[in-house]
């Protein structure tokens, strides 16, 4: 089975930096497209960064410009999200996701999610 499992969340004060991680198994990664969503209570589910099979290219929500860099090491099967300059408002759950085949620049047609892991950014 396909599984996806978020790591490194934490509660920080507002300027810190937090840097998340997901482990997949299940499948070869270095098939999917991989991203980071997230979701705060009450709002609807917005992407944050994905990044192409090969590793060579991003997207950005434009919230998170210049403050998140996303990664992933396709040998250990891992993704990352490194997050510095954390703001209150980028509080939420957050998840890691996939999807077959190349990302195309969109949001949607991630079918596969980790359990969701909370950051907490205090002010």
């Known amino acids: 089975q396909v599984q996806l499992a978020e790591s490194g969340g934490d509660s920080v004060q507002a300027g810190g930096s937090l840097r998340l991680s997901c482990a997949a198994s299940?499948?070869?990664?270095?098939?999917?497209?991989l991203g980071w969503f997230r979701q705060s209570p009450g709002k609807e589910r917005e992407g944050v960064s994905s990044?192409?099979?090969?590793?060579?290219?991003?997207y950005y929500a434009d919230s998170v410009k210049g403050r998140f860099t996303i990664s992933r090491d396709n040998a250990e099967n891992t993704l990352y999200l490194q997050m510095n300059s954390l703001k209150p408002e980028d509080t939420a759950m957050y998840y890691c996701a996939a999807k077959v085949g190349p990302c195309g620049g969109r949001w949607n047609d991630f079918g596969y999610w980790g359990q969701g892991i909370q950051v907490t950014v205090s002010s």
């Open positions: 299940g499948y070869i990664i270095s098939d999917y497209c």
């Open positions: 990044i192409s099979r090969d590793g060579r290219s991003a």
